[in-house]
């Protein structure tokens, strides 16, 4: 039986015959562990690789992120696909609220609220408690405004709600559809134009009228000093939110256009406001017929209300 040791000078020697033979050839002992190559077994080793290949994107990465997309996506006739514009909590709300009614001079709402997260849910809502508190406070309006005359009787008005409702959706769909095609259309031309989708300009004009809420019932009180000063105030909060969000979009644009759209934006905006004024709350006054009063001689007293 061979020793170990002329087990091994019998390794060398035939190594060396086959080096003599082929200077190209490679050996490997069979006491050393076969080395893994590094480019099978790399993200083992290098635990911050998996961040390069979140960034790089790798084939695993692509996979991930294909999957994830095809689980998020629904057709458009799904209520899962609806539900996702539904999808954020009450700070959320809140913080988009305060946001639109304190607005920061430099900062852009859709940036700093709106970008993370779209939604419906708050721009709804808001349109919905508007409509109703436009029509609510205008009959309260009607009725102190006439109160005290003996032949006024109090008849509400029902007919506003439906009035306020096709107003206040009409402006906060519309009016973003138009602005959200204009600036498609220009982005077209001008390469440096901000764009922004629909979503996003709807839900800037649905949180930007969440001031005319409390503005709304600030209106019963009938005085109309007090409601110009008013709305004036809530026209300036909200229309100042519009202008810094969507003037950075346009201002690259050529100046006559850049400024016929902010104008015309805020222009819309004001309407919407003095329209809901001049028709809920500053209603003509009406003219009441006399009541007659008979006397006992037979003739009749007409009396001035």
């Not at 909590?89 to 900062?107: A, E, M, N, W």
């Not at 989708?197 to 503005?215: A, D, H, K, N, Q």
Request: charged letters at 15%; glycine letters at 4%.
């Amino acid at each position: 039986m061979a020793a170990a040791d002329d087990l091994k000078f019998q390794e060398f020697d035939d190594a060396a015959n086959l080096l003599a033979a082929n200077p190209d050839a490679t050996t490997i002992s069979i006491d050393e562990p076969v080395e893994i190559p590094k480019n099978q077994h790399g993200r083992l080793q290098q635990p911050g690789r998996e961040e390069d290949d979140e960034l790089l994107g790798t084939d695993d990465s692509d996979k991930t992120e294909l999957l994830a997309g095809q689980k998020k996506s629904a057709p458009f006739w799904t209520f899962e696909y609806y539900q996702t514009f539904f999808d954020v909590d009450t700070y959320q709300v809140l913080d988009r609220i305060k946001g639109s009614v304190f607005p920061v001079p430099g900062k852009n709402f859709v940036r700093l609220y709106i970008r993370s997260n779209p939604d419906l849910y708050g721009p709804f809502w808001i349109c919905a408690t508007l409509v109703f508190t436009i029509a609510v406070s205008g009959n309260l309006s009607n009725f102190f405004i006439h109160l005290g005359k003996p032949t006024y009787h109090y008849v509400p008005e029902f007919r506003k709600v439906s009035i306020a409702a096709t107003t206040i959706y009409a402006y906060a769909w519309l009016v973003p559809l138009a602005l959200w095609g204009f600036l498609m259309w220009r982005n077209s031309k001008v390469m440096n134009i901000v764009s922004y989708s629909f979503l996003e300009i709807v839900c800037v004009y649905g949180y930007s009228l969440f001031v005319y809420i409390p503005t709304a019932i600030l209106w019963i009180i009938p005085q109309k000093v007090v409601r110009w000063v008013l709305v004036m105030f809530s026209l300036c909060l909200s229309g100042s939110v519009l202008v810094m969000t969507f003037w950075p979009a346009v201002r690259d644009d050529n100046r006559r256009i850049a400024l016929a759209t902010m104008g015309t934006i805020v222009l819309l905006h004001a309407l919407l406001a003095v329209g809901c004024l001049a028709y809920f709350f500053d209603a003509p006054e009406l003219d009441f017929p006399a009541p007659i009063i008979p006397t006992h001689n037979g003739t009749t007293v007409i009396t001035k209300s």
